[in-house]
């Protein structure tokens, strides 16, 4: 009965101290079937990184048609000062994002800040990679407001 008691009390403090690592690394602990990898369709987190030209391409390719199509002749150029921000932040148990930040300039010779995600299967059908993006200073619908502060981790 002691030692049964011993036993209990040893793996309630492992547990207890999984917990505190967890949460002191900003991140909640998950039990391994609850992890994006053991799902049905399981996500691996296998994204493309911040400076990958795929991304990059995405992105210009969303942004200049969004603004061509509604707002008028703003283009993206170029970026530079492009820095990953965050990495799997909200946990083991969530869709796998890549967060990052870079330094956009438009063809007005004008540099803004644009914040942007990229997400496993959140593309066409969930069959691939997407990005989810945010230029401060032209998020005119306020859709990730105060300055693209909701489209970072």
Same mark, same amino acid.
Not at 12 to 30: D, W
Not at 56 to 79: I, K, V
Not at 81 to 94: C, E, F, K, T
């Given at each position: 009965?002691?030692?049964?008691?011993?036993?209990?009390?040893?793996?309630?403090?492992?547990?207890?101290?999984?917990?505190?690592?967890?949460?002191?690394?900003?991140?909640?602990?998950?039990?391994?079937?609850?992890?994006?990898?053991?799902?049905?369709?399981?996500? @691996?987190?296998?994204?493309?990184?911040?400076?990958?030209?795929?991304?990059?391409?995405?992105?210009?390719?969303?942004?200049?048609?969004?603004?061509?199509?509604?707002?008028?002749?703003?283009?993206?150029?170029? @970026?530079?000062?492009?820095?990953?921000? =965050?990495?799997?932040?909200?946990?083991?148990?969530?869709?796998?994002?890549?967060?990052?930040?870079?330094?956009?300039?438009?063809?007005?010779?004008? @540099?803004?800040?644009?914040? @942007?995600?990229?997400?496993?299967?959140?593309?066409?059908? =969930?069959?691939?990679?997407?990005?989810?993006?945010?230029?401060? =200073?032209?998020?005119?619908?306020?859709?990730?407001?105060?300055?693209?502060?909701?489209?970072?981790?």
């Amino acid at each position: 009965m002691r030692r049964a008691f011993i036993r209990t009390a040893l793996v309630s403090l492992a547990c207890l101290a999984g917990f505190a690592h967890a949460e002191a690394a900003g991140r909640r602990h998950v039990a391994p079937p609850d992890r994006a990898e053991e799902r049905i369709v399981p996500m @691996y987190g296998d994204l493309p990184g911040c400076t990958d030209p795929a991304v990059l391409s995405e992105l210009t390719s969303w942004f200049n048609s969004r603004e061509s199509t509604y707002w008028g002749p703003l283009q993206a150029l170029s @970026y530079d000062r492009i820095a990953q921000i =965050g990495y799997r932040p909200w946990g083991d148990d969530m869709i796998p994002r890549r967060f990052c930040t870079a330094r956009l300039m438009l063809n007005n010779g004008v @540099y803004h800040r644009v914040d @942007y995600s990229v997400r496993e299967n959140l593309g066409l059908f =969930g069959m691939t990679w997407n990005v989810n993006w945010c230029v401060a =200073g032209l998020d005119r619908e306020l859709s990730y407001a105060p300055d693209c502060k909701m489209a970072r981790p």
